[in-house]
């Protein structure tokens, strides 16, 4: 069991590393350092963007809808436990985390262009430890399955899909390694 337990650490380590390489650019163009919580709970919330910008508009239900996803954030969703691993110093606080959340995701929204490559790495990266970490996990649980369904929902909740955001979100998936109907 400690041995199973120390894998799964040396997994998560080498997971936040992974993603703050990855998101290097965008973590110094926003000049932000998040604890390993924010930033994972940023990278799991991230689909929301790519859904939201796959009609290559960003509309007032959409921005709504952003409002919406930073609100969830105040609900106490960030977990602490991940931030017993290594990670930067001079973190921002959770409080200051739920206070500019909402101008995050609108930021990659409009810049969704520049930033849209490092999130599916990012992404990817996420995916792969949910698949490390729990091999067997009943398909409904996996992070995979959430993620999709999240970025269905931004799309099915905003007047219904068109063809422009069917496609690109087919792109997206396949970038992500999915298959179309998973």
Same mark, same amino acid.
């Given at each position: &069991?400690?041995?199973?337990? #120390? $894998? #799964? ?8 590393? +992974?993603?703050?390489?990855?998101? $290097?650019? @965008? ?12 930033? %994972? ?17 960003? $509309?007032?239900? #959409? ?8 609100? @969830? %954030? ?21 409080? +200051?985390?739920?206070?500019?959340? /909402? ?9 969704? !262009?520049? /930033? +849209? ?13 949910? #698949?490390?970490? $729990?091999? =067997?996990?009943? &398909?409904? @649980? ?13 799309? @099915? ?7 422009? =955001? =069917? ?6 998936? !396949?970038?992500?390694?999915?298959? =179309?109907?998973?």
């Amino acid at each position: &069991m400690a041995k199973e337990n #120390e $894998d #799964e650490k040396k997994r998560l380590i080498r997971f936040f590393k +992974e993603v703050r390489q990855i998101l $290097d650019t @965008y973590l110094e163009d926003r000049n932000l350092v998040l604890t390993n919580s924010q930033l %994972f709970g940023f990278v799991l919330i991230s689909p929301v963007t790519l859904a939201i910008t796959s009609d290559g508009n960003v $509309d007032l239900a #959409e921005t709504t809808m952003l409002v919406d996803v930073a609100s @969830y %954030f105040e609900r106490g969703i960030l977990t602490t436990n991940f931030d017993t691993l290594p990670q930067p110093n001079n973190c921002i606080s959770d409080k +200051e985390f739920k206070k500019i959340i /909402y101008s995050e995701l609108r930021h990659l929204c409009f810049n969704i !262009k520049r /930033y +849209e490559n490092m999130l599916i790495e990012a992404l990817k990266r996420l995916l792969i430890l949910d #698949e490390e970490l $729990d091999p =067997e996990a009943n &398909m409904r @649980y996996a992070v995979k399955f959430r993620v999709k369904e999240m970025m269905n929902s931004v799309i @099915y909740n905003n007047l219904g899909v068109d063809s422009v =955001e =069917e496609v690109r979100l087919r792109e997206i998936w !396949k970038a992500l390694g999915w298959k =179309e109907n998973m």
